[in-house]
């Protein structure tokens, strides 16, 4: 007996059509080409209206934002589905939900679930039973596949020859290798970071008198690593990304991040990006390549970092100096709990106030005490040591202002030898092309034309 009825046959055929990535689709064209083929199939078991849903192409059957497959479960619970057609069950779903919620709503509404190997009722126990074991062995078959792909990419990852993308400063070498840029002006603009840094102790502040000194860093196109890098003002975050990557250390690290996972409104919430501390990072390769600072360095700077924290969260850090009369703030610690001491002012005059015990117990404050006595102590103590070497500290801070203007200087001269070098070269493009043809040399005349007002202003 036949599964196929005239109740079906009155309502539509659904064909599902998915591939999983986009290279699929650029490459593999016999696969969609079958699964379009099943509308042929549909035709022939006896459905006169059929209809393809096809929005999940490139989209990953074990993902979460599967718009074809949502309008598909909307389809058939409103009872116009007679069969859903795919070529096999892996195309429908790789996750055990979306299978069994597939189903579910198929036994429901009497819906057909037809596949190159058969024809399935959802109503029928051995039907249904088939119909879950094709949707288990669907999702076991992408779990295997994904561990296989990620222990070969930590495999490759130990040796330190899985390079993916490199930051600015460094350029790819054959598939697996990595040096410095060989560019002049990116190496010497990255080491300035390092520099105004080990001066400043402070992210912030280091991104400030970048944009002040109107000083361009370097940073990856867009557009892929064949388009090297593009200069523009930065932004915190940049800064901030080139004192905290430790590939500028001459180390390779991979598994810096991870993912969490959590169920909001009933669905699942994939965070990337997550960052782990370096004692969890998959692979940690030192003197890997050539480094812009060492490893001491980089770590010390992550330290600076750390510290200069003023969030609740770096209960440890002693937190940036801020605005106040008080000369200790985030470097005193209460002698009876050990928690770091708060400032209160009242007009211009400071105490340092423990907070810890009430905050947390419920208990009285351990300690309040006046901020200009202790200030007062440790300030004399702080000149008496450093008076024998007041003539040596001025002429170091003379001589790193010096540095530093020299350092800025040197940016903005090789900033306008390559402006100039690019408005040659915009100069030669125009003088190639045929005058006549304006098309063309209108539009090099104001690529030249521009490049020449980048020379002035530099």
């Not at 965070?271 to 390549?289: S, T």
């Amino acid at each position: 007996m036949t599964k196929i009825t005239t109740e079906h046959l009155a309502r539509n055929a659904c064909v599902y059509i998915r591939q999983s990535t986009a290279d699929q689709l650029a490459h593999n064209h016999e696969s969609r080409r079958r699964q379009y083929g099943l509308v042929d199939r549909a035709k022939q078991l006896g459905w006169s209206n059929v209809e393809v849903i096809d929005d999940d192409l490139g989209r990953s059957g074990g993902g979460i934002a599967r718009p074809g497959f949502e309008r598909l479960l909307a389809t058939i619970c409103d009872g116009r589905v007679g069969a859903v057609l795919a070529i096999e069950a892996s195309r429908l779903a790789r996750n055990g939900r979306d299978w069994h919620t597939l189903i579910e709503f198929c036994g429901l509404v009497g819906t057909l679930i037809v596949d190159e190997d058969g024809i399935y009722d959802p109503r029928h126990p051995n039907d249904r039973l088939l119909l879950g074991m094709k949707g288990t062995m669907s999702e076991l078959e992408l779990s295997m596949f994904r561990q296989r792909s990620q222990e070969a990419l930590k495999q490759k990852a130990r040796r330190g020859a899985l390079v993916l993308g490199v930051a600015a400063g460094y350029v790819k070498i054959g598939r697996d290798r990595i040096e410095k840029n060989p560019d002049k002006r990116v190496q010497d603009a990255l080491q300035l970071v390092f520099t105004k840094f080990a001066e400043l102790q402070s992210a912030r502040q280091v991104h400030i008198w970048l944009r002040e000194e109107r000083i361009e860093l370097p940073v990856k196109s867009r557009q892929g690593e064949a388009h090297g890098v593009v200069w523009r003002l930065p932004a915190y975050n940049i800064v901030h990304n080139i004192l905290t990557n430790p590939i500028y250390a001459g180390a390779y690290a991979f598994g810096r991040t991870t993912s969490r996972v959590s169920v909001k409104g009933g669905r699942k919430h994939v965070r990337r990006g997550v960052q782990k501390p370096m004692a969890e990072w998959d692979v940690l390769i030192k003197d890997h390549h050539t480094a812009y600072i060492t490893w001491d360095e980089f770590e010390r700077n992550l330290e600076v970092i750390a510290n200069n924290a003023t969030g609740m969260s770096s209960a440890l850090a002693r937190g940036a100096a801020r605005k106040g009369e008080l000369l200790l703030p985030g470097l005193l610690r209460c002698g009876h709990c050990g928690r770091k001491l708060h400032v209160h002012y009242s007009g211009k005059i400071g105490r340092y106030n423990c907070y810890g015990a009430r905050t947390n117990h419920g208990a009285a404050r351990c300690i309040s005490i006046s901020g200009l006595s202790i200030d007062t102590a440790i300030s004399n103590e702080v000149l008496r040591v450093l008076k024998p070497l007041g003539i040596e500290a001025a002429l170091r801070a003379i001589e790193a202002q010096s540095s530093t203007t020299t350092a800025a200087e040197r940016q903005l001269e090789l900033s306008l030898q390559q402006a100039r070098y690019e408005a040659a070269h915009a100069r030669r493009q125009y003088d190639a092309v045929d005058p006549a043809n304006r098309l063309v040399a209108s539009e090099l005349e104001r690529r030249w034309n521009e490049a020449l007002q980048a020379v002035a202003k530099l």
